[in-house]
């Protein structure tokens, strides 16, 4: 099974070798729509990705456990 990401790159390469975009996503079962969507899910996880580098440069031996811990708190919210 292919990803979703991965098929988009596949329409965009099929584009540049001068395939429509309509006729390149049909092929590839790739909606339109779906060419402009960008994740946001790195935004959000960027705080918490921060204060596990943090913690993690501060307290190097347990910063495996705490770093659970601050995911799970975080989620939490």
Avoid: W
């Avoid at 501060?58 to 995911?71: E, N």
């Amino acid at each position: 099974m292919v990803s979703v990401p991965a098929r988009r790159e596949q329409v965009m390469y099929a584009h540049r070798r001068g395939l429509s975009l309509a006729k390149s996503c049909t092929l590839l079962s790739v909606s339109r729509s779906a060419l402009r969507y960008e994740s946001r899910m790195d935004a959000k996880d960027a705080p918490v990705i921060e204060a596990m580098r943090r913690y993690s440069a501060q307290f190097p031996a347990s910063a495996i456990a705490a770093s659970t811990s601050i995911s799970n708190e975080k989620a939490c919210r």
